[in-house]
């Protein structure tokens, strides 16, 4: 059956016959996408007001969404602590929020079974906007009518960017199961 | 979609207390975030080695993107630069003329200033730099505006001293790691400089808003001076920067001051130079007049209220 067609016995996670996905690729990569989503944004210039929307944050969300029951309830506290090392926030608000957020979807989850894509957006977005509301108030800087401004298209950028996380960590989940390990 | 019907407990024991201690660890750890967060809010320094330790990590990989950021200005400006080359040539010809004209003013006055001050018995010795460095990277997700510099402890670098570009002043050392150090920014909403304007003693506060732009705040009150247009430069009142380094131009004038524009952007910036706190022994007199709130490690010395009484006194010397 190969030798007519080589994709005969294969689906979105390669060869099906002698193959089993790497055990290591199947238990990290969400940790490692979501600490280096919180990278990313440090190698951003922003000099003059805040510009990249919290990737990590988003990222997080997407893997709570997209694939409910994957991260434990209390993986928001340890990846938040990494986030707080490179964020410039004070130490601990990620910790902090981040282990809330991973409550209340839990909550949300266990009063609404059946969702669908727009009600995890809305949910996203609620959490996105509460979560930079929060930022604001917890970074130690006083808020005035003018960091308001300057940190709202952070805001809207982050609830926008919701379908295209979940897109994303879609396609890093087919990494993840891919069967990559051959058995013999 | 569902939730999976493994994480439903059911009658099963087992499940439920798997359940429970999911909820336990996360409260924990939600708890343990607000106590961590009480603490740093408190004592900012107290987690500077972690984050140093993190940003020396990051900072190799910043360093790769700071020079590809560079070049690609360069390239960017090398493209523009062919579309008016010959306007340009004209218009430059003409400033650099008189740029000559104003060179030789200065060199008169540099002259006479040495002889009033070989008069007066004051010497000023030429400033070293501690390390030269790129900047590699920002908090581009927090509303605070922090940087990180890519020379740290091990190159000399200790809190407090100030980092200084070509054009005029970046921010001050906040916090050191080994490789790397990280810069509190003029723009940030905690950070206050003491300026005053460049052709007379108008002696002012420059506090970042946190969206990019300083507002000015004037000493002394009454009629406002300012006017458009006005450069303002650092009076070396605190003791922290040396006086007379360029930072920000008057772009709106307000009752009680003005809103500035940076004149040196960190973004824009490829090396800045760090150098020492001009006046160590003024900047410990008033961390001790300070008492316990500019304590900590005097990185957010000029950021606490504590130290704006003492600053105008320092200047008046």
């Known amino acids: 059956m190969e030798q007519l067609d080589p994709r005969a ?176 | 979609m569902a939730p999976p019907t493994s994480r439903r407990s059911g009658f099963s024991k087992k499940a439920q207390f798997s ?114 460095a790129r900047l590699v990277g920002s908090t581009a997700t927090s509303p605070r505006r922090h940087a990180y510099l890519s020379a740290g402890g091990s190159d000399g670098i200790a809190p407090g001293m100030s980092v200084i570009s070509d054009r005029g002043v970046i921010g001050r050392v906040l916090e050191t790691g080994r490789y790397s150090a990280r810069v509190l920014l003029l723009t940030d909403s905690e950070s206050v400089l003491p300026v005053r304007r460049a052709k007379d003693d108008v002696i002012a506060f420059a506090e970042g808003r946190g969206d990019g732009l300083l507002r000015i705040r004037l000493v002394n009150l009454g009629i406002n001076p300012l006017k458009v247009g006005d450069l303002m430069v650092t009076s070396g009142a605190g003791g922290y920067y040396r006086p007379g380094v360029a930072v920000a131009v008057i772009s709106q004038t307000t009752p009680d001051g003005g809103i500035a524009r940076l004149i040196a952007e960190p973004s824009a910036t490829n090396f800045v130079a760090v150098e020492p706190v001009h006046q160590p022994v003024a900047v410990s007199a008033l961390e001790g007049a300070g008492g316990e709130a500019t304590s900590n490690s005097g990185a957010s010395l000029s950021s606490t209220p504590s130290s704006k009484p003492a600053s105008p006194a320092t200047a008046a010397e």
Request: glycine letters at 8%; charged letters at 15%.
């Open chain 2, 19 to 132: 359940l429970f201690t999911g909820y336990l660890l996360a409260g924990g750890g939600a708890l343990l975030g607000l106590v961590l967060l009480l603490l740093s809010l408190w004592q900012p320094a107290a987690f500077a080695p972690l984050r140093g330790g993190a940003s020396d990590v990051v900072a190799p990989a910043g360093e790769a993107g700071a020079i590809a950021r560079s070049q690609s200005q360069g390239l960017f400006a090398s493209i523009g630069g062919y579309f008016k080359a010959g306007t340009q040539n004209a218009a430059l010809r003409e400033e650099m003329e008189i740029a000559r004209i104003r060179l030789a003013e200065a060199d008169a006055i540099k002259a006479e200033n040495r002889r009033l001050k070989g008069l007066l018995g004051l010497r000023d010795e030429p400033i070293k730099p501690v390390a030269m």
């Open chain 1, 9 to 184: 016995r294969a689906d979105i996670y390669g060869q099906s016959i002698n193959r089993a996905p790497s055990a290591w690729r199947v238990r990290s990569v969400p940790y490692i996408s979501i600490m280096l989503a919180s990278l990313a944004p440090v190698l951003l210039m922003a000099d003059v007001m805040p510009l990249a929307p919290p990737l990590g944050f988003l990222l997080l969300l997407g893997w709570r969404m997209v694939r409910p029951g994957l991260l434990p309830l209390w993986a928001g506290a340890p990846l938040g602590a990494f986030d707080d090392l490179v964020s410039g926030q004070p130490f601990g608000s990620a910790i902090l929020l981040w282990s809330l957020v991973m409550i209340a979807i839990e909550l949300i989850e266990t009063r609404f079974p059946w969702r669908g894509f727009w009600q995890d957006w809305f949910t996203a977005g609620v959490m996105a906007a509460a979560y930079w509301l929060a930022t604001l108030l917890v970074s130690g800087a006083a808020v005035t009518q003018a960091m308001l401004l300057a940190t709202l298209p952070q805001a809207l950028l982050a609830i926008l960017l919701y379908p295209i996380m979940a897109r994303m960590v879609a396609s890093l989940d087919r990494f993840r199961l891919a069967r990559a390990r051959r058995i013999s």
